[in-house]
């Protein structure tokens, strides 16, 4: 699949991605956490339009929501 056939929401400039946490990039709990609560903040804590550009349901999205203890439109590191 090529980068232009995916959905616009899905697509991101390299300028727009966030800097993750200082140590992160050895924890995949915390840059999962980070992406989803950054992924939930660009779409204004819209669930629907967040679980489409992650690729997952929504039942997944909420799921995930508790289990890191974040807030649908904030980011919580």
Known sequence: MLAENLPTEM????????ELPSG??????TINRYHIADTCR???????RAARALGISRRTLYR??????????????
């Open 11 to 18: 697509l991101r400039s390299s300028r727009e991605a966030p």
């Open 64 to 77: 995930l929501l508790e289990k890191y203890g974040i807030e649908a439109g904030e980011p919580k590191l």
């Open 24 to 29: 992160a990039d050895s924890d995949l709990e």
């Open 42 to 48: 660009r779409f204004q804590g819209n669930k629907t």
